[in-house]
């Protein structure tokens, strides 16, 4: 087992490699009150009060998050009391803002089952709900108490589950992390399921990039955004395929295209910007998407959360683990470099 400290709102502790079930005892013992949240996917069984929702970012809405709130009313569920979000990212979204929300805060414990939720979607308390207007708009930053990592949830996933979760691996590798990178170098998504120790080494490498950055800017005011690499394309493509899309296949692609840019715009190596393609196709994710619909991506672009009066702001690299922000792109100039990505 390995751990992982988080210092930010609270200090807590990411544990990788551990018995879910074991471990749960003790968050339980002592508690009035536990309640698991858990999706009609993964139904995961335990002895404590259930609640299930839909599963993936069709639960992530108002509709869903009231449908909690009524259960955690109805169980009598208090400040004191403890709620645990088992499921994947999205899961973990809406559970951490259900918590967030009850009560004004009451604690939550994430265990995620997804490799995406492991990395990311579990650790640094970004909780949201989507809009009609974007993904993740209503939300609140609120920490979990714990994060328990079993790898054993990997086995039971989807190949195209583990394909996206990489992409939120191979971003901090990017921003942060040059060994997660070398890591990658000349393997395939199957040479990674199919080796336990690397598993736990990429995700441990991943959540320490992760951990480090919020421990530093919790709320986002400025470094934080680095973890959003690839995300400002990657929400326009989310919203505009209905969501058909995995978060960490549009994460590819916007990281495919922000490397494009930042050729472009600031001189970024085409080695690097070659390297993305090599590493995000080795996992079997996306590096394209469809050219003739660029002025609807723009337009949703526009309404991300780093936009500031009227421009459209990317979290961008000048090199390997070297964060940098692009803010004054031309239109001609990202729609030069989504034609480079595009189909």
Known sequence: MKTVPVSAERHYQVEIGVQWRSALNDWVEGRNKVVA??????????????????DGESGKSAEVLTFIWEQLGKLGINRGDLIIGIGGGALTDLVGFAAATWMRGIDWLAIPTTVAGMVD????????????????LI?????????????????????????????EVIKCGFIADREILELLRNKSLKDVMNDPALQEELIFRAVSVKAG?????????YEREILNYGHTLR?????????????????????????ELARLRIG???????????????MKLPISYKK??????????????????????????DAISSCTR????????????????SL
Not at 242 to 257: D, K, N, P
Request: hydrophobic share 45%; net charge negative; aromatic share 8%.
């Open 37 to 54: 949240i858990t999706s009609e996917k993964f139904a995961v069984k335990t002895d404590l009060p259930t609640i299930e929702v839909p």
């Open 121 to 136: 979607a579990a650790i640094g308390g970004k909780t949201a709900i989507n809009s009609t207007y974007g993904k993740n």
């Open 139 to 167: 939300g609140a930053f609120h920490s979990p108490v714990g994060v328990l990592i079993d790898l054993d949830f990997i086995k039971s996933l989807e190949a195209r589950d583990d394909s996206a979760g990489m992409a």
């Open 213 to 221: 950055v919020v421990g530093i800017d919790f709320k986002e005011s």
């Open 235 to 259: 929400h326009a493509i989310e919203k505009h395929s209905g969501f058909t899309l995995r978060h960490g296949e549009a994460v590819a692609i916007g990281m495919c295209f922000i490397a």
């Open 268 to 282: 970024l190596a085409e080695e690097v910007v070659a390297l993305h393609r090599e590493l995000i196709q080795g």
């Open 292 to 317: 003739e619909v660029w002025d609807e991506l723009l337009d949703l672009m526009a309404l991300d959360k780093k936009a500031k009066a009227g421009t459209i702001r990317f979290v961008a690299i």
């Open 326 to 341: 692009i803010e004054d792109a031309t239109f001609d100039e990202m729609k030069l470099a989504y034609e480079r990505i």
